[in-house]
């Protein structure tokens, strides 16, 4: 655009549009399923800009580096959402719930990994809601062992997400499902 003597409208979108590359995890984060804070915690996470003890750290706040939930390693993103032991059994308990095989740990993209899955778009949606839902809960689950000095167990976990995602799902799903996802969120979630 720059240098052509002629402007148009359409030069200008395109110039506008330049190079901007497409994000992966953009239905993770803006998913209607999933509530106002999973989805901010999300984005953060998404972002790399979660406040954990390595990061807090580099800004000089705190000395302490070791991972409030297990205590086995350093607070990262990397460890937060991949390599902890209380993570590992928080994935576990919420695949055990939905019946999905468990070889999935540590996921930081959830539509990555459900897109071979072969289910609807609906399925996968809900799915999605369900992993966000979890990584908000770990954060809190981690804030709280910090602030308050107890952990809370996995299973408790997977119960607050059953809970909020039954309600979820029961107001905005009214009505509106195919018979097969009618079949499946009755099967799996609403159970």
Same mark, same amino acid.
């Given at each position: 655009m720059i240098g052509d003597d002629e402007y148009s409208i359409s030069k200008g979108y395109s110039w506008l549009e330049q190079n901007y590359s497409h994000v992966q995890w953009q239905r993770s984060v803006w998913n209607r399923y999933n509530l106002s804070r999973h989805n901010f915690n999300? @984005?953060?996470?998404?972002? &790399? $800009? /979660?406040? #954990?003890?390595?990061?807090?750290? #580099? =800004? &000089?706040? #705190?000395?302490?580096? /070791?991972? =409030? /939930?297990? &205590?086995d390693n350093n607070e990262t993103h990397q460890h937060l959402?991949?390599?902890?032991? %209380? +993570?590992?059994?928080? %994935?576990?308990?919420? %695949?055990? @719930?939905?019946? +999905?095989?468990s070889q999935f740990k540590g996921v930081t993209h959830p539509e990555k990994m *459900? $897109?071979?899955? &072969?289910?609807?778009? =609906? +399925?996968?949606? +809900? *799915?999605?809601s369900l992993?966000?839902? /979890?990584? %908000?809960?770990?954060?809190?689950?981690r804030n709280v062992c910090r602030l308050e000095g107890y952990v809370m167990q996995p299973v408790i976990q997977v119960k607050c997400i059953q809970r909020e995602s039954k309600l979820r799902l029961m107001t905005i799903s009214k009505g509106k499902l195919k018979r097969v996802d009618k079949q499946w969120c009755k099967q799996r979630v609403l159970m």
């Open positions: 999300q @984005w953060i996470i998404q972002h &790399g $800009r /979660l406040l #954990t003890l390595k990061r807090l750290g #580099t =800004f &000089g706040i #705190t000395q302490q580096s /070791l991972c =409030f /939930l297990c &205590g959402f991949h390599e902890c032991i %209380y +993570v590992e059994r928080c %994935y576990q308990d919420l %695949y055990q @719930w939905l019946d +999905v095989p *459900l $897109r071979k899955r &072969g289910c609807s778009d =609906f +399925v996968r949606l +809900v *799915l999605i992993i966000v839902a /979890l990584h %908000y809960n770990i954060w809190n689950a």
